[in-house]
Nanobody, 125 residues
Framework: QVQLVESGGGLVQAGGSLRLSCATPGRTLGRNPMGWFGQAPGKEREFVAAISSNGNTLYADSVKGRFTISRDNAKNTVYLQMNSLKPEDAAVYYC???????????????????WGQGTQVTISS
């Protein structure tokens, strides 16, 4: 079982930045492909960003150029740097992990078997 613990959410003004973290206490991330997904109120959970086993990244069109996903395997942590935040970015953000190895990042939620509890991001305009 893989436990994912997100942190870093909060309230920020539009145009500001946040960095979300996803840690895996007691377990190395190794080469697990990782992803971030967001769920706004009343909407379905949507893909935001993903990073593959070898560090390739993929982004939703809505966040390209503003968000950056990265991983620090030494710290067993994946990050989502969120810049130039917009009101429409407000959501609960979930970290997810695949159990296998993938060389190309995936936006498909069905590929991710492990999920965190989510962290709230609120944007004030």
């Amino acid at each position: 079982q893989v436990q994912l613990v997100e942190s870093g959410g909060g309230l920020v003004q539009a145009g500001g930045s946040l960095r979300l973290s996803c840690a895996t206490p007691g377990r190395t991330l190794g080469r697990n492909p990782m992803g971030w997904f967001g769920q706004a109120p009343g909407k379905e959970r949507e893909f935001v960003a993903a990073i593959s086993s070898n560090g390739n990244t993929l982004y939703a069109d809505s966040v390209k150029g503003r968000f950056t996903i990265s991983r620090d395997n030494a710290k067993n942590t994946v990050y989502l740097q969120m810049n130039s935040l917009k009101p429409e970015d407000a959501a609960v953000y979930y970290c997810a992990a695949e159990s296998g190895v993938r060389w190309f990042p995936s936006a498909n939620q069905g590929n991710y078997g492990y999920w965190g509890q989510g962290t709230q991001v609120t944007i004030s305009s």
